[in-house]
């Protein structure tokens, strides 16, 4: 029996001793699989920290960058001025005011797509009566090819989008006798030599046509088109983006002085009233008695009429009528715009280094939609590569260049899930990472936030820069004072103090990415006092480059009448009590009636606290929402200016 039991125990002991063993063993193996990930994470961590310190953007640096923003435009638009802003006249004189009328196309060449779009316009109690688009991606081998080449492309399918001009566009003399007028869009560097022509400078958003560099962009475009022997088509006006946007807002509202884009690059322009002598310009409906560069040029001059007396007074109105004359739209080509107090990381130097132009469009690279995907992918890629971030080995897909486009950093920004399913989603679709922990999403998702909310707030300082050039000074208090002691118009100095900046803004970027437009207002509303923040409204134009391009073609038409479509307007006046448009078309070739009231009122297209729901105006079709995944679309809708904020 006593032997029995020492077996018993014996055994017991050894079975103990063997659970204590593998016990050690996986303890000793667990601690040998935590600490390296323990390690690897803080690494990652680091790295985060190092990146987010490096793009941040406080309040003294955006101040910093608003001034020096203010600073190079006054350089770039003195004769000889050194500055990093192209500061391009546009020769655009005519801004609509809403009279215009009949058919018009544009075509939009951006980064990404280009668009062709027919607008009817039905003149200031019509507006727009009715609109067309279709958007085609342009594809990569074009972009580094030849001019030709790109052109010949363009010219095709705007060609056949213009053959297919539907019923309800029907011009007074038919398809074969009339010119269709355009106006063209082009989103790069050009050198304008008047409203229709212009040099392009250089291109930039991943575009190398080394042979369309100094070619006049029209004559390309009007000699493809021509090769292509279809309808007759004209360019009425050759406008950047950011001159078709602001021309599209303003003519919704009369207080747009800004025109700019956030897509796949980024761009402004605005209206100058304080035009050097050696900038060419024209007269037109940009002298705007009630403006705000009236009153100052009144200002400036009133002392002579004090000392001299009458005759002065004759050269002070006349000085002034002159000088109303020279109200311009300048394209800044703030893409190009650099500043020491922009926060640079380690992966802005190697996107920048590795791309086409280096050195050039600093900022650009940091705002614009085609870069922030790329700068997202740098971090991680770092990120997994010294900190085994996915667990390693390194994905091919996260080594190759601009495999993350930006559409996927904002879904990844806005998954507002407890478990970050869509961040975990999109890295297994783009780089093929199949599992992913939460801390690992979570990095992920800050670093997105990083590159989106910087790209934002350094938008918001150029805003602000472009504020304080064309507003600041007049607005401020001392200006105000003198302004009080005029007796020229009572209602001026009042009328200045409270006399709203409205910028335009079109671009899939800020179109499409919610928080991007918080961002942005917030960096906006710290940077100005609150009355300034107040008078400086951002309104999202919605294909406000392509709209406003056909709208500038109405006023710069040849053809006015000839354009003119076949079913009359009636207008409210002549209407019985209710007043009533006529639309043509729809998707019936006949024309249909509309109470006015279903038109939205131009004042509250643009107003913050009442955006226009996007199915009311987009009543036909509804294909928003995938227009990057998708070749090509046509849609045909009424109102289609969209402005929401
Ligand atoms: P373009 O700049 O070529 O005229 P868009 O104004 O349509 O074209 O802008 C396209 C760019 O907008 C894309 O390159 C992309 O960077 C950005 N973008 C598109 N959709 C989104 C989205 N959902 N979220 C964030 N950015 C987007
Ligand atoms: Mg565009």
């Known amino acids: 029996m006593p032997e029995l039991e020492n077996r018993i125990w014996m055994n017991m002991l050894i079975a103990g001793a063997a659970v204590a063993a593998i016990t050690t063993v996986v303890i000793a193996w667990n601690s040998t699989q935590k600490a390296p990930l323990v390690k690897t994470r803080n690494r990652a961590l680091e790295l985060l920290y190092e990146f987010q310190h490096a793009a941040a953007t406080p309040l003294h640096a955006l101040r910093q960058i608003a001034e020096h923003m203010a600073i190079e435009m006054r350089a770039g638009l003195r004769r000889g001025g050194k500055s990093n802003l192209l500061m391009l006249p546009t020769y655009v004189e005519n801004l609509p005011d809403g009279d215009e009328e009949g058919l018009f196309y544009a075509l939009d060449l951006g980064g990404t797509n280009f668009r062709v779009l027919r607008c009817l316009l039905g003149g200031k109690d019509g507006r727009v009566l009715k609109q067309e688009f279709e958007e085609v991606s342009i594809p990569k081998a074009?972009?580094?090819?030849?001019?030709?080449?790109?052109?010949?492309?363009?010219?095709?399918?705007?060609?056949?989008f213009v053959s297919r001009e539907g019923e309800g566009f029907k011009t007074r003399n038919g398809m074969q006798q009339t010119v269709r007028e355009m106006g063209l869009t082009f989103s790069f560097p050009v050198k304008q030599q008047s409203v229709k022509s212009g040099a392009i400078i250089q291109w930039s958003k991943g575009f190398d046509i080394a042979d369309g560099v100094g070619a006049d962009v029209v004559a390309l475009l009007q000699s493809a088109i021509n090769r292509q022997r279809g309808p007759k088509i004209e360019v009425a006006v050759l406008v950047n983006d950011t001159v078709g946007t602001l021309a599209g807002g303003r003519y919704w509202n009369e207080d747009v002085m800004v025109g700019m884009i956030l897509g796949t690059g980024t761009n402004a322009c605005y209206v100058e009233h304080d035009l050097p002598s050696h900038v060419q310009s024209g007269s037109g409906e940009m002298v705007h008695p009630s403006s705000l560069f009236y009153t100052r040029s009144i200002t400036t001059q009133l002392p002579c009429v004090c000392?001299?007396?009458?005759?002065?007074?004759?050269?002070?109105?006349?000085?002034?009528?002159?000088?109303?004359?020279?109200?311009?739209?300048?394209?800044?080509?703030?893409?190009?715009?650099?500043?020491?107090?922009?926060?640079?990381?380690?992966?802005?130097?190697?996107?920048?280094?590795?791309?086409?132009?280096?050195?050039?469009?600093?900022?650009?690279?940091?705002?614009?939609?085609?870069?922030?995907?790329?700068?997202?992918?740098?971090?991680?890629?770092?990120?997994?590569?010294?900190?085994?971030?996915?667990?390693?080995?390194?994905?091919?897909?996260?080594?190759?260049p601009f495999s993350l486009i930006t559409p996927e950093i904002a879904k990844m920004h806005a998954d507002e899930s407890k478990n970050l399913r869509v961040v975990a989603k999109v890295l297994r679709d783009v780089f093929g990472v199949q599992k992913t922990d939460l801390a690992a999403r979570r990095i992920v998702h800050d670093v997105c936030d990083i590159v989106i909310m910087r790209s934002a707030r350094l938008a918001a300082a150029g805003i602000v820069g472009i504020f304080k050039k064309i507003g600041g000074e007049a607005f401020d208090s001392t200006d105000s004072r003198t302004l009080t002691n005029l007796h020229w118009d009572s209602q001026e100095p009042q009328q200045l103090d409270t006399k709203r900046i409205v910028v335009a803004v079109d671009g899939g970027l800020y179109e499409h990415c919610t928080q991007y437009r918080v961002y942005m207002r917030a960096a906006v509303n710290e940077l100005l006092s609150e009355a300034g923040a107040k008078r400086l409204q951002i309104v999202l134009s919605k294909d406000g480059s392509g709209i406003g391009a056909s709208i500038l073609a109405a006023?710069?038409?040849?053809?006015?009448?000839?354009?003119?479509?076949?079913?009359?307007?009636?207008?409210?006046?002549?209407?019985?009590?209710?007043?009533?448009?006529?639309?043509?078309?729809?998707?019936?070739?006949?024309?249909?009636?509309?109470?006015?009231?279903?038109?939205?009122?131009?004042?509250?297209?643009?107003?913050?606290?009442?955006?226009?729901?996007?199915?009311?105006?987009?009543?036909?079709s509804e294909p928003q929402s995938n227009w990057l995944q998708a070749t090509q679309h046509s849609v045909s809708y009424v109102y289609g200016l969209e402005y929401i904020d």
């Not at 074009?142 to 056949?160: H, N, Q």
């Not at 006015?596 to 996007?614: A, D, G, N």
Request: net charge negative; proline share 6%; charged share 20%.
């Open 142 to 160: 074009l972009m580094l090819g030849t001019s030709a080449e790109l052109f010949d492309f363009i010219a095709e399918r705007l060609v056949d």
């Open 307 to 400: 000392v001299s007396g009458e005759c002065v007074l004759a050269f002070l109105i006349l000085s002034v009528v002159a000088d109303c004359d020279r109200m311009q739209i300048i394209n800044m080509e703030w893409g190009g715009f650099w500043s020491s107090h922009l926060p640079r990381t380690f992966a802005d130097e190697q996107l920048d280094k590795e791309s086409l132009n280096p050195g050039q469009a600093g900022y650009e690279k940091m705002i614009g939609g085609m870069y922030l995907g790329e700068i997202v992918r740098r971090v991680l890629l770092r990120m997994e590569k010294e900190a085994s971030l996915f667990g390693g080995p390194v994905p091919s897909k996260l080594k190759e």
């Open 555 to 620: 006023r710069h038409s040849q053809h006015r009448g000839a354009n003119k479509i076949t079913c009359p307007m009636e207008r409210p006046s002549e209407a019985a009590e209710r007043p009533s448009v006529h639309l043509c078309g729809g998707n019936s070739s006949s024309c249909s009636q509309h109470t006015q009231s279903e038109l939205p009122p131009r004042s509250t297209q643009f107003t913050q606290s009442e955006p226009t729901p996007r199915s009311t105006q987009f009543t036909q």
